[in-house]
């Protein structure tokens, strides 16, 4: 898989015995970028067999202990593995305070520099592009701020028919341009049309990850068709007071941001921790979207 | 068991599959104390069946991470359990200003009282009594300033001997001065001897707590008899550069210690993650001490 995700903690601030605080790992086209990072998301990420030391990407939500306590740890953890590879953290602009001050006490002189980006939940922003991936932040709506992030795959090249370009002789000089779309003019003045000597690429797949956030209509223009969609449903629509004075989803109402946003799949996850079953998020989720998985710790999805 | 140690978290700062960082649950007469709280010592909590909610007092030794980085989640469970009695934290100063700034930046007002002690790492120091148990702290030596911990059931009262009581016909009135092991003198000048109408009190016992230390006598005086003592083993005698230069200790002489200290019984933990087995801190402790232990998370030790 080029492009998965691994569910580390599906669950919300109460952890129980199977479902941990919220992280995800998101392989994304040889990228490694780590989603929140709940307590225990290191070693949510050995029992995965993930290798940490690969992640250069971490992205936090919002400051709800849930979502990062975890992130010193296992900041503390990559250097004492001996990382002197960088990181960047993507998050709210407490964070920086509060990382380095623990570092500080602890007279911790890490091996690798750490970049911290400032989100503050309000606007829509590339983060993070290269010819592989790129990174969006967009607000969601709960009680402090907390941002969305959308991971995209680049546009892929078109893949070359070889056997179209050894028949007409057409120069290997032309490949790239083929590659990308282009057509490609030769010395005599010839043009050669990228149409006759490629494949379509493969198409670009993009997930979205909406946690935490109550129900609201103004993230659909940033997840709109996406492939995958994560979205919260702490609760269900037998709990929508809760829901509403928390500044949750319910199930009910992920299906439907996932109907309107038109998604591929949609995953349910951030299940408070009354919930023994998945049967209540399923049966109000179903009928309004019907490719809905309620996610479990260690779960893995292809985008 | 009136005075229990329970092992949460045995390992050092990379925690594995098997060794949590540090924590340990008391229980002493009634009385629950908390010592240290790595990442993940909630979960572990209730792994080992421990009322989290009877916790009143935390002691946190130092700043580095492994002994205190799930605090904050910790007390955040705590309070979304939904916990009205306070709770009092004895630890470096710093811890404070850490454990405020993450409630603050979550806007999460916990629905009881924190009440911080700090202590400085230099000091031999009553903590807290009443008249079931006395928690002392005393100097370690490490990279940062460290806090030991003793913690001592008070001295019992004298048992009555019902029937000598019963059959001299002393006045009911002498009971509580025999129990404290006082004579009592009647209304006609007579003098009623303890001794005579009670069983001596059983022992009092203590545990006390070191890690992270160097090797260090220094640490003696507050810990001579103790009945159980904790003691950091890191590394073993083949680390011995590693243990100087990280200010830690091997299982000899945590040994040493013991031996010294004239201890009733030795505990080894803190085990550095390159350890699979036991066998070679027990292999190089137990010809200095005999009655040594090396701890797994879960072990309970009676004291």
Redesign the interface.
Known sequence: MSFSVTILGSGA???T?HRKPTSQYIFCNERHILIDCG??T??QI??AGIKLQKITHILISH????HY??L??LL??MH??GRDQGVTIYG?V?LE??VR??LE????KLGFSLTFVPLNGKEHKLLFEDKLVEIHTFPLKH??PTNGFLIKEKPKERSIIGEALRESGVSLMAVPFFRRGEDFTDESGEIHYADDYTYAPKASKSYAFCSDTRYTESIIPYIQDVDLLYHEATFTEKEADRAKATMHATAKQAAQIAQKAQVGKLLLGHLSARFDGVEAHLAESKPVFDNVVVVNDFDVFEV
């Open positions: 601030a109460l952890p015995a307590e225990g290191q070693t050995r029992k400051l709800h202990g849930d306590f975890g010193v740890g503390s953890t004492l593995l709210p407490e305070q509060i001050l623990q006490v602890g007279h911790a009680k402090i």
